[in-house]
């Protein structure tokens, strides 16, 4: 069996303040050689500027494989064809392609000329059809995406981006690993064969972490709420308890086989550094 690995997710710093933090904490982050390395796009757009940016001077410091988050809602076919040609000339080779989340004035689907890409699936088929040789990821949803109408439904949707083309598929965060292993038996069940990546976070800010959570249809356990607010005035306690249950999930996931995990840092390092030098 080879030895797992690992990636990471940061995302564009907007401030010199923020981007200061984000370069000293990505250093220690390279530093630990992940396979691979996300940076998140701006739905609609929001941070097409900043991405790019982060990503080359990523490029400048570390050899290590970069990929791009691209999310095409409100945004044409031309524009984003546009965009991925640039980044490919810049030497990009991985595109996370994602809808994005939908902003709640748009009146959706705006297609009356076909000039946008309406399913995930589509714009996956078209990444693959402009650029055969790019690396797609696509995401994944344990626990269902929160404006699907099922789970069943929202697997016939991977499924449908894992048949236009995607390389792999990243699971939103959970912290149960019975709900991925139960997702990634559903998945086989329905005859995907794309390698489905686990997407993991480290607790920095237990009731920051539960707002998201939320938002992105991720259950939180019971005995996690317990745990954490008896430690709501003990920052030390509560990091050093962050860092060992996320070493437990990660040891288990490996233990079971799984070949690839991917962090969710928050443009943090400290916890997620623990953890890989514990498991990996």
Same mark, same amino acid.
């Given at each position: 069996m080879s030895k797992p690995t690992f990636s990471f997710e940061f995302f564009p710093p907007k401030t010199k303040s923020a981007e200061q933090k984000f370069w000293g904490n990505f250093s220690k982050l390279a530093e630990l050689d992940? &396979?691979?390395?996300?940076?998140?796009?701006?739905?609609?757009?929001?941070?097409?500027?900043?991405? =790019?940016?982060?990503?080359?001077?990523?490029?400048?410091?570390?050899?290590?494989?970069?990929?791009?988050?691209?999310?095409?809602? *409100?945004t044409t076919k031309e524009e984003l064809h546009s965009y991925i040609d640039d980044l490919w000339q810049k030497g990009m080779r991985h595109i996370v392609a994602l809808r994005g989340d939908m902003p709640g004035d748009l009146n959706w =689907?705006? *297609?009356e000329d076909g000039s946008y890409f309406q399913y995930s699936s589509d714009f996956v088929e078209a990444i693959r059809q402009w650029y055969p040789e790019m690396e797609i990821s696509v995401g994944a949803y344990p626990e269902k995406h929160p404006d699907a109408a099922s789970l069943e439904a929202d697997i016939l949707a991977l499924k449908m981006k894992c048949d236009?083309?995607?390389t792999y598929a990243i699971t939103q965060f959970y912290f149960d690993n019975e709900?991925?292993?139960?997702?990634?038996? &559903?998945?086989?069940a329905?005859?995907?064969r794309t390698p489905?990546? =686990?997407g993991l976070l480290p607790i920095h800010d237990f009731n920051g972490m539960c707002k998201f959570a939320k938002r992105c249809n991720a259950h939180v356990p019971l005995d996690l709420h317990k745990k954490f607010e008896l430690?709501?005035?003990? =920052?030390?306690?509560a990091k050093k308890l962050a860092i060992e249950l996320l070493t437990a999930q990660a040891q288990d996931l490996v233990n079971n086989g799984v070949e690839h995990i991917h962090f969710y840092t928050l443009n943090k390092a400290d916890i997620t550094v623990d953890v890989v030098k514990a498991v990996f």
């Open positions: 992940p &396979k691979f390395m996300t940076v998140t796009y701006g739905t609609g757009g929001t941070t097409k500027d900043i991405t =790019p940016k982060t990503i080359e001077k990523i490029k400048e410091m570390t050899d290590i494989p970069v990929a791009s988050h691209l999310t095409y809602i *409100n =689907p705006l *297609n236009a083309g995607a709900d991925y292993y139960r997702f990634v038996e &559903k998945c086989e329905s005859d995907i489905i990546i =686990p430690l709501g005035d003990k =920052p030390e306690e």
